[in-house]
Structures are given as structure tokens and as C-alpha cells.
């Protein structure tokens, strides 16, 4: 399995970024997808969920600024982040969970400038 994250970067406080993460060697769409980040001195936490039928979850912190989305024609999940604030900077993962094994992409830097 390859999960092969996109899209961080450096954006000001109320922008919005959008991450990408591209996923081969399994069979994508009938698995459910996440996104994790760990920022600076934290452990990871679990940003967001999206099962194979494309029910989504979210942790508290992002809800109503955070939109996750699969496009299981391109083996890719989103994750779309609006009105991003200085406590969003981390490294952003996508992750799966894929014959009994968590597998996790490279991750991509998010930094959020107040």
C-alpha cells in the first residue's frame, strides 16, 4: 500500500488549503480513509474520517471548517480546510487501515501564519 499526500503549504490565518492523497496497492473503495496531524511537540490526533459509502467524521476542533471527500475513480481522499487558524499548523497524514495493518502516507506540512 502507498498513500502519497499533497497539498500543504504556508497560508495566513482564514485561508484555506486543500490536501490531496492518492492511495494504490489496495482496494480503495471499499475502505474507509483518514486524515491525522501531529503538530510540533504533540502526538497525532485523528483530524477526520470518511467510510466506503462515504460517511464522514470529525474531531471537534474542525468541524464546520474541514470537509473530507473521496474520489474513489482516482483512488484519492480530500481534505478540504477552510478558515484555517495558527492551531491548525502540523503535519497532516493520511492514513488506512488495510488487511490488519495501519498504513500511513509521508505527510504533508500545513503552516498557518497568524
Known amino acids: 500500500v502507498q498513500l502519497q499526500a499533497s497539498g500543504g503549504g504556508l497560508v495566513q490565518a482564514g485561508g484555506s488549503l486543500r490536501l490531496s492523497c492518492k492511495a494504490s496497492?489496495?482496494?480503495?473503495?471499499?475502505?474507509?480513509m483518514a486524515w491525522y496531524r501531529q503538530a510540533p511537540g504533540s502526538q497525532r490526533e485523528l483530524v477526520a474520517t470518511?467510510?466506503?459509502?462515504?460517511?464522514?467524521n470529525y474531531t471537534n476542533s474542525v468541524k464546520g471548517r474541514f470537509t473530507i471527500s473521496r474520489d474513489n475513480a482516482r483512488n484519492t481522499v480530500y481534505l478540504q480546510m477552510n478558515s484555517l487558524k495558527p492551531d491548525d499548523t502540523a503535519v497532516y497524514y493520511c492514513?488506512?487501515?488495510?488487511?490488519?495493518?495501519?498504513?500511513w502516507g509521508r505527510g504533508t506540512l500545513v503552516t498557518v501564519s497568524s
Open positions: 492514513s488506512t487501515r488495510w488487511r490488519g495493518v495501519q498504513w
Open positions: 470518511i467510510s466506503s459509502e462515504g460517511s464522514t
Open positions: 496497492g489496495m482496494n480503495f473503495r471499499i475502505n474507509a
